[in-house]
């Protein structure tokens, strides 16, 4: 069992940068693939990206591809999302979501666990 802790959020301008953390806790974090889901208020939760439990693989969607920035620290067990040139429609409660194969899913319903979420608020 693995349990995920998001931070980093905040409010930030546009254009402006932030770098969100997951912290993981339990055992074996380099054998889950880690993905990051965002959900604004009165959208759904929707897919921002996913990492393989190497970090040698990542798949972003197009809205943040360019942007974003996935990595992560297995010795440290910790996930990373670096958010570059921020625009408003970036603003949600961001979630890191852990899966136990090598390479994550874009849907929501295959990760088996979740972080509480952080807020990113971007102003324009």
């Known amino acids: 069992q693995v349990q995920l802790v998001e931070s980093g959020g905040g409010l930030v301008q546009a254009g402006g940068s932030l770098r969100l953390s997951c912290a993981a806790s339990?055992?074996?974090?380099?054998?889950?693939?880690m993905g990051w889901f965002r959900q604004a208020p009165g959208k759904e939760r929707e897919f921002v990206g996913t990492i393989s439990w190497s970090g040698g693989t990542t798949r972003y969607a197009d809205s943040v591809k360019g942007r974003f920035i996935i990595s992560r620290d297995n010795a440290a067990n910790t996930a990373y999302l670096q958010m570059n040139s921020l625009e408003p429609e970036d603003t949600a409660v961001y979630y890191c979501?852990?899966?136990?194969?090598?390479?994550?899913?874009?849907?929501?319903?295959?990760?088996?666990?979740w972080g509480q979420g952080t807020q990113v608020t971007v102003s324009s």
């Open positions: 979501a852990a899966d136990k194969v090598y390479y994550g899913s874009t849907y929501s319903s295959a990760y088996k666990y």
């Open positions: 339990g055992r074996a974090f380099g054998s889950y693939a």
